[in-house]
């Protein structure tokens, strides 16, 4: 039996001390209503070196914690709200120039007039400038993740830390003497190469990925995983901080984790149930207590440091805030992400005394205002972020989430097809909604899950994500009805048999009664052979032109662009009259040819398209089904593939 002694280095005892601290720190924080964030950190700073000595932090701690580092920025990258970030992207460059140059400004003189020379008092106001989003998982926790503030400040982080990690990497250059015009045209091309790769190459990697051999969800994590490891590690290779490799790469996978999938939860719980906490862990045991002990003086010090690291950046905030007319709360937000030091500074405090600039007695004023500043963070956040109304819900992507409903699975695999055809550049999610009557037996409910398992791996080959459903009701139709308000759903994609009842009714009473009471959009689709499909032709009328059919043709465009794109097909739109403009239809001149038509859709449909063809047009919902015009088109069109649009 082996004697225990400490700091622990067997591989079981390390894991479960961690696991352990990451368990009952949190729960010890908020006993004293203190942010997890600050019981995290308590507990690195107990069994730290300096304090109970468990562990030491080089080699399992800093690996994981640095792990955790990156999965934060990755998180951070991948849950960005990219249509707000576009639209905001100039707030987010402002405020990242703010809150980099006001700290890094005021740094130097009051370095300086602590008596640091004139390099050293500029590498310490670098170490000031960047900051660390160690307070992101506070504001992930309230569903913040999508407001303005957050978005524009998770913008500026890499603004900032791009900044000092690049004039970090130049001022020691310039110290050793190595800063040639060799090395900046190095330097450039080398970073620019890894960015190109990661922001250009990689998405396409991913969805060619998800397409083919990542058809079940664990192969795609570890896709995730090895992407975003790679890119930290490539970034690092061409000079720049893992962190922002790791950034860039949760954004360029942004639009491939469909929010709130299966996918997304497994990402989301793999970081925050242990990566991170580890990482603030870590970020406890660089506080040397006996240092701080030995030399009283590094208080004064570190508390001028942490004056100037604090109120830096919430005047940074503060400026920013005013110029774009937020609230106090949404300055607060921006103040509370931004306080935080920790990667960056860090990076710069090592560097600088592996340079000769600073002592080791400073690097542990360093470690004590990132200390400080994470304290103040997680407060900050803390209040404003319980303050803050949750974001406007952004008008959702037409087919962010497709309800199919399926009666026999192996029936049903096209219109499945084309839901994840359709869904797949939304990042979207299938729904194949099956309902069995009240009668049903578990062993039913058992059998239809099973048969489900395959619709999903249908789905997942498009490209687009998949949670299938499996419901009792009193009707098929009061269950895709129910099943489209509890799963959120955006539309709903019914499959059909290709001809009219005879008693009038257009689809079918089901359909129709899911047409006549749908909160959604509903597509009807009778599917030909996709494979032949060589064009994708739109029917417009004089209605589709009024207020009143905007929406049914915006969607039927939307709708044809992709079908086209996925088959790579030609676009066609048929057009009641000349003035009808590209512009018009929400479209690009090169989307596709306009031809004018002023026969009835049945008769031109007939004549101008082919067998093999896909026919999408669009139609007001009236009592019962949908009029008499499908049925027609139906007939005209008995081996064209037909698409029905039936906005809400």
């Not at 080398?190 to 190459?201: K, L, M, Q, R, Y």
């Not at 395959?454 to 098929?476: N, Q």
């Amino acid at each position: 039996m082996a004697a225990f002694s400490t700091p622990l280095f067997e591989p079981a005892l390390v894991l479960a001390l961690l696991f352990v601290l990451v368990l009952i720190a949190p729960l010890a924080a908020r006993a004293v209503r203190m942010p997890s964030i600050i019981g995290l950190i308590g507990a690195g700073i107990l069994i730290g070196p300096s304090a109970l000595g468990l562990l030491e932090r080089e080699g399992t701690v800093e690996v994981l914690g640095n792990a955790g580092l990156l999965y934060l920025m990755f998180q951070a990258g991948l849950e960005l709200d990219l249509e707000e970030f576009r639209e905001r992207r100039s707030q987010a460059l402002t405020f990242g120039a703010l809150t980099f140059i006001i700290p890094f400004a005021v740094a130097i003189p009051v370095n300086l007039a602590l008596g640091f020379t004139t390099t050293a008092a500029i590498l310490l106001a670098i170490s000031w400038a960047p900051h660390t989003l160690l307070a992101y998982p506070v504001v992930q926790r309230l569903g913040l993740t999508k407001a303005r503030s957050v978005a524009i400040t998770v913008g500026a982080t890499i603004v900032t830390d791009t900044a000092a990690l690049t004039a970090l990497e130049l001022l020691v250059e310039s110290h050793e003497g190595r800063l040639t015009p060799g090395f900046v045209l190095k330097l450039i091309p080398t970073a620019g190469a890894v960015v190109v790769f990661i922001v250009v190459v990689l998405p396409w990697l991913g969805r060619q990925f998800f397409a083919s051999v990542g058809q079940d969800r664990s192969v795609r994590f570890l896709f995730i995983m090895a992407a975003m490891f790679l890119s930290a590690g490539l970034a690092e290779l061409a000079g720049l901080e893992p962190i922002i490799g790791a950034f860039l790469a949760g954004l360029a996978l942004n639009r491939l984790v469909s929010e709130g999938s299966e996918l997304s939860s497994r990402i989301e719980f793999f970081g925050s149930a242990f990566f991170i906490p580890v990482f603030l862990i870590s970020v406890g045991m660089l506080v040397n207590l006996g240092v701080v002990i030995d030399r009283p003086a590094i208080l004064v010090r570190a508390g001028v440091f942490s004056l100037v690291a604090v109120g830096t950046k919430m005047v940074a905030a503060f400026i920013a805030g005013k110029l774009f007319r937020y609230t106090n709360t949404e300055i607060g937000i921006m103040a509370s992400l931004s306080t935080a030091r920790a990667a960056a500074t860090l990076a710069a405090a090592f560097v600088g005394l592996s340079a000769g600039l600073i002592s080791e007695v400073t690097v542990n004023t360093v470690v004590l205002v990132i200390l400080v500043t994470s304290l103040v963070s997680s407060l900050l956040a803390t209040r404003f972020g319980t303050q803050l109304p949750p974001p406007t819900e952004r008008r959702r992507a037409p087919a962010e989430k497709v309800l199919v409903p399926v009666g026999d699975p192996k029936r049903s695999m096209d219109v499945l097809r084309l839901a994840g055809m359709l869904a797949a550049p939304d990042t979207g999610t299938v729904v194949p909604v099956s309902v069995l009557d009240l009668e049903a037996t578990q062993a039913d409910v058992k059998a239809r899950r099973a048969e489900l398992a395959e619709a999903e791996r249908t789905i997942l080959g498009e490209g687009a994500e998949a949670t299938s459903v499996v419901r009792l009701d009193l009707t098929p139709s009061a269950g895709m009805l129910h099943a489209s308000v509890e799963q959120a759903a955006t539309a709903v994609l019914v499959g059909w048999k290709g001809f009219a009842n005879r008693n009038g009714s257009a689809f079918g009473q089901r359909v129709d009664a899911l047409l006549a009471a749908s909160p959604v959009p509903v597509v009807v689709a009778r599917l030909g052979p996709a494979e032949n499909c060589e064009r994708v032709v739109i029917a417009v009328s004089d209605h589709d032109l009024t207020p009143a059919g905007a929406p049914g043709v915006e969607l039927a465009v939307l709708l044809a662009r992709r079908l086209a794109k996925a088959h790579r097909a030609e676009l066609t739109i048929l057009v009641p009259r000349e003035q009808v403009t590209h512009k018009m239809l929400g479209m690009e001149e090169d989307q596709g040819r306009l031809t004018v038509e002023r026969r009835r859709p049945a008769v031109a449909l007939r004549d101008l398209t082919t067998p093999g063809d896909m026919v999408v047009v669009t139609q007001p919902r009236v009592e019962p089904g949908l009029g008499g015009e499908v049925p027609r088109l139906a007939r005209a069109l008995p081996d064209r593939s037909l698409l029905v649009i039936a906005p809400r």
